[in-house]
C-alpha cells in the first residue's frame, strides 16, 4: 500500500457517538477505497458508552480523535474542519457505507471541472432494503454555478446534507442547530465558485427510526429554526426579486418537512399533534395553488390533504412510505 502523502487528497470524517461495534463496517468501506491517498478522521464525540473501539485496523490513514464531551454533529463538523489535512474533505456517518470506487469518482469529477462541491444521489436504505435515492434533480450537465445549486437545494430538487465532496472548506456549522448539515451546504456554496455532479448512486445511507432523519423527536422544532440562518445567505447571493421568491419557497418546504415528519410517526403523541398544528397553522389554499404552480406538485398534494384532514394525509404518506420499504 502506498504511504499517505503529507497533505493527503482527502480527508473522510466519520463522527461517532456510541456507536460501538457497528462502525466497524463503516471505517471497512472507506479503508477499502480504490484510491488510498487519504486519511479517515474518526471524532467519538464523547460517547459516555459504546465507544469508537480501541482495536481498529493498524493503518497510518485512520485516526481516532475522542472528544471528552458530547458537543453535537455541528460542533463535530467545525472541530474536524480546522484538524483536516485533506484538500478535500467528506463526510461519512458511522453506519453509513460508500461504495468502492467513491472517492475516485468523486474526486475525478471535482478535478476534472475545477469544482468547490461535488454532489451525487445518495441511496436510502432501511432495515437492509435499499428504498430509492433521496431527492435528485440536479442541472442539466455535470456542473453549475453556485447559484444553480443552491437553488436545487432551496427549491427541494436536491436533498442538502454533508454526505457530498468539499474542497478546503472554511465556513463554520451552526452549533445552535440540531438540523446543520443542510445550513453548512449551502455555507459553502455560497463561497463556491462551480460545482460538479455525479449520476451515480455511491452513498448508502442508512435510516434507523431512532435516528433524527427516521422518527419525529423533540428536535423537530429546530426546523423551524432553519430559515433563520438560510435567509441571509439567499439575500446575500441572489437579486432581491428571487431571494424574495426563494425564501418564501425555501420557508414553504421547511412546512412541509416538519408536517411530513409528523406524519411517518403512526402512534399518536402530543408532539405529532403539536407539530401537525403549528404547520396547518402556516398553510392556505392559497399557498397550495402557488406549490403547484411552482412546480412542487407533491407537496401541493401533501398541504390539500393535510388541510382537509391530518389524518388522511397521515394516512396517505404512511401508506406512501411503506410502499417505499
Known sequence: MTAPSTSPRVTVVVAAYRVGEGIRP????????????????????????????????????????????????????????????????????????????????????????????VLAPILCVRDGHEIGTQLWNPPPGSVSDEKEAMRRLLHNDIAGSQHVLLRRPTVTSPEELVYSDWVFLLRHLATSTLVAYVERPLYRYTIHAESIAGGLHESVWTLAEVPGFVTPMIREVFDPTEAARLDTTMRRLTVSHMLNKAARESRPSELRTEVTSWCRARMSWKDVLTLARDGHRKDAASWTLALLSPALHRRAYQFRDRRKG
Open 26 to 117: 463503516t471505517l471497512d468501506s472507506v479503508l477499502a477505497q480504490t484510491m488510498d491517498d487519504l486519511e479517515l478522521l474518526v471524532i467519538d464525540d464523547g460517547s459516555p458508552d459504546q465507544p469508537v473501539p480501541d482495536d481498529l485496523p493498524d493503518d497510518p490513514r485512520l485516526i481516532v480523535d475522542r472528544r471528552p464531551v458530547n458537543g453535537g454533529y455541528a460542533a463535530v463538523t467545525n472541530h474536524a474542519i480546522a484538524r483536516a489535512r485533506g484538500e478535500w474533505v467528506v463526510f461519512v456517518d458511522a453506519d453509513d457505507l460508500i461504495e468502492p470506487d467513491y472517492l475516485a469518482v468523486m474526486l475525478e469529477a471535482g478535478e476534472r471541472f475545477g469544482a468547490d462541491a
